[in-house]
């Protein structure tokens, strides 16, 4: 009874948490949709470049978010309500002065920054339109993709869910009107993206005011040192996993520009979009049984936590294979989607069929870190999430461009994913060996 019990927590929260993550990846997605077939190649080139920037608000949110829900999970598992309480309202202090300096920060860095991610001429101009927007409006993206895994490890999987889609929905109507009735171009993406943030981080803030907020004190919302620190030691992992991406992204640009120019960058946007609606799903995964494995780690039931990672990594091998079955078949319709021109169609449909074989080894990977990152072996999640984009992708990506030229470029992502995933099932061993902790009070998890 409690193994079905566990199995059907462990649906509960995954379910929503993949589907949460998709929608999070469809605002940048949607964007490319309409841009690519309203305003042409450069335009959706120019999202690309630009996109990276736009991560860094993303990033720091995911991070600052699951550190804090971490940390709650934890202590709520351990039946210490106020230290969870104290965790909550320190991360909504942290995404608030975190979202305001960054946006300041990004916004008055951004023309160099977008200069040294390759942007010049017609593409330099048409990134600046859209991510002065983006920054403008950034601490809406940074709460919005922050509270978030609060609202999950509370439980309110289907909420978190529900409200995401609220915002998605917001974007492609606003889409449809600023890009292609209004012929705003890519500067009014950009404020259907920031409009359809808002619209997430006002309606998870007023729930939470409602619930939760309005009894808390000073004290719960001031964050003290140490809490501060365990916050970003445990977020280190998942900012570096929703970070990752972009740096990866910056190293393939310059090597497109190098090897195939403006062409060669405009079909690298098509599969970052094919790539970052994968990477979420998976991640959604990882992030989904977090909360739980949370929880179980800080009442001392490791006999559960091998339950659901052994759960979330079968979950994640078949989701994987199924995505890469559906890219093959679908593969024409998957392409014609972003409205790119005939000349560059074939030598996109190339690009997206050999970095599909990413995503099985991706699965893996990421699971396995959020595993690491849920149980605070901080280390190991670290290691993992930093080893693709700061070593084994860069090699890859300069040593198979070099042999392959344009298409090696495309190679490095499984070769990539092939090493880390060989290292992430290394690292994983010691957690098929329980440790004798001591059991506590058995707790209940919403």
């Known amino acids: 009874m409690k193994k079905d019990y566990i199995h059907k927590q462990f649906w509960n929260y995954v379910l929503p948490s993949m589907f949460t993550m998709l929608l999070s990846g469809f605002y940048a997605i949607v964007d490319g949709l309409f841009v690519g077939n309203a305003v042409g190649d450069t335009a959706l080139g120019a999202i690309n470049l630009a996109y990276p920037i736009q991560v860094i608000l993303n990033a720091t949110a995911i991070g600052l978010g699951i550190g804090g829900s971490v940390v709650m999970s934890r202590s709520r598992g351990d039946g210490k309500e106020d ?5 909550m309202g320190s991360t909504l202090a942290l995404l608030l002065v975190c979202g305001i300096i960054l946006s300041v920060g990004l916004l008055a860095l951004h023309p160099m920054l977008l200069r040294m991610l390759g942007a010049k001429g017609a593409m330099y101009a048409q990134a600046r339109s859209y991510i002065i927007v983006v920054l403008m409006g950034g601490l809406l993206p940074v709460l919005g993709n922050g509270l978030n895994p609060l609202l999950r490890n509370y439980g309110k999987t289907f909420l978190a869910t529900a409200i995401m889609s609220s915002g998605l929905m ?138 659901l990672y052994r759960k979330a990594f079968f979950v994640t091998i078949a989701v994987s294979l199924i995505l890469c079955i559906a890219v093959v078949l ?75 030229q344009l298409n090696g470029i495309w190679m490095a992502y499984p070769a990539a994913q092939l090493i880390l995933c060989g290292i992430a099932l290394f690292m994983k061993n010691p957690l098929h060996a329980p440790a004798a902790l001591p059991q506590t009070q058995e707790q209940t998890l919403c």
């Open 330 to 404: 679908f593969l024409n319709p998957l392409t014609a989607l972003f409205g790119i021109s005939d000349a560059i169609f074939e030598g996109a449909k190339t690009a997206i069929l050999i970095t599909t074989l990413s995503f099985p080894f991706l699965g893996i990977t990421r699971v396995t870190s959020a595993i690491f990152y849920a149980t605070e072996k901080t280390r190991n999640s670290t290691f993992l999430v930093y080893m693709e984009p700061c070593l084994l992708f860069p090699l890859s990506l300069f040593a198979l461009s070099f042999l392959f």
């Open 83 to 87: 230290k969870a309480r104290h965790a």
């Open 170 to 307: 917001t974007n492609i109507i606003l889409d449809y009107l600023f890009v292609f009735r209004f012929h705003m171009g890519l500067a009014g993406a950009a404020w259907a993206t920031i409009t359809a943030q808002g619209v997430v981080a006002v309606l998870t803030l007023l729930y939470m005011y409602a619930r939760e907020l309005k009894s808390y004190s000073r004290k719960d919302i001031v964050p003290d040192i140490p809490l501060v620190q365990s916050i970003v030691r445990i977020g280190l992992s998942p900012f570096g996993q929703t970070m990752a991406p972009s740096l990866v992204i910056v190293l393939t640009n310059w090597m497109c520009l190098r090897y195939g120019g403006d062409a060669a960058v405009t079909i690298y946007s098509v599969v970052s979009y094919v790539l970052c609606s994968a990477q979420l799903l998976l991640q959604g995964i990882g992030d989904g049984v977090q909360p739980l494995i949370s929880f179980y780690y800080g009442a001392k039931k490791e006999d559960k936590i091998h339950i």
